[in-house]
Each structure stands twice: as C-alpha cells, then as structure tokens.
C-alpha cells in the first residue's frame, strides 16, 4: 500500500540511500534534507516520507519558509523540495503517486495552503515530465542558480 507520512525516526535508515551522480546532481541527500529542515524556523518545514507496504522509499521537504518567495508572491503555497525515490523503487511509479497524493496530504494537513511551487532543473527530463503528468504548469518562469536554469513550476490546489 502506498502512504505519505511524516518523517518518522524509524524511516532513518532507509532514506540513506545514494543517488547516482547525474541524479544527486538535481536534489539534496536526507541527510542534507533533514538537517536543513532542523534549522528552519519552527513549523516552516517538514521532510514527507513515501511509503510503500510501510517501507520508506523516499521522501520530499514541503517547505513553507522564506525560500518559496524566491518562486512566488503567493503567501499560501508551499515549495516542494528536495524530493528523491530510492534508485531501488524507480521506474515503479511511486514519485509520481507521492507527486499527486501530495495536494491530499496538505489539505489534511496544510488546509490554507492553496498551491504548490517548484523548480526543476532543464536538464532533469524525467522529473519535468513526471510534475507536468501530475498537473504542475509552466507559466514561462525560468532561474538561474550555480547548478544552471531551472523552470518554475506550479500547481494550484483544488479543494
Ligand atoms: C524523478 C524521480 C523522483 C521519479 O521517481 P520514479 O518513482 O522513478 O517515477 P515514476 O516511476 O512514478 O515515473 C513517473 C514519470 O516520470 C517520468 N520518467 C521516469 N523516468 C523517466 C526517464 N528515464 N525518462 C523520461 N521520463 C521518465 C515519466 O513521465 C514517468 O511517467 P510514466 O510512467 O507515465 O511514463 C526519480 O527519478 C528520482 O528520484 N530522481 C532523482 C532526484 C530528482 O531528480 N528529483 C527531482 C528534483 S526536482
């Protein structure tokens, strides 16, 4: 069965999974994820672990701290971050079940929150594609970081 929850402890071991280099490239380790998420102002972060049959298989950050501004003016959305599936489950469909179980899972939980924002690399073509399946959009945003462009993407909440 297929589950979202909130990082537990017991998720720790399982979510130390590497990525190959091309893929580490585009997302942050849990390590690097979790800590990030530590230092953040109370409440403005939370690592999201995917669940398959209760084994931890990845996770993403919904991060409702400063950082979205960068993406967005709208004070309501989230940024989805740091989201990654062990190499050991990909191609199974799992990221993009956690992609659309997303928009459930905040309004269980985040029911102010009306979208979400995120922004991919140019160069990550499965998980454009995978955000443009799941219904994100691209409004023509783009940016530039060292890592190099990135759309923008979003979705906006339907309750
Ligand atoms: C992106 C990622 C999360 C996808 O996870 P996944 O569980 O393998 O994805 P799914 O099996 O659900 O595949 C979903 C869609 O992704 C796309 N996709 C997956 N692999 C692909 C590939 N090699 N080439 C093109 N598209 C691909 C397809 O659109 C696929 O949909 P389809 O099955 O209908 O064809 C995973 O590849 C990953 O962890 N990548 C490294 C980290 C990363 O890039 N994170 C995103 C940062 S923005």
Redesign the pocket.
Known sequence: MFKLAFYDEADYTDLQYD?DKG??S??STFSQAFERTKNSPQDSAYVISVLKNDIPT?FFVLDFGEDKYELSDNPKCVLF???????N???????????MKTDDFLQKYFPDCDEIV????ER??????????CGYQFDGKMRLITNGRQYILSKKIKF
């Open positions: 990525l893929q580490a585009f997302t990845g971050r740091s989201f990654s599936i062990n190499p489950f990909q191609g199974q469909g799992l990221g993009k079940k956690a992609v995120l922004a991919v690399n990550n073509i499965p998980a454009k594609q995978l955000y443009l399946k």
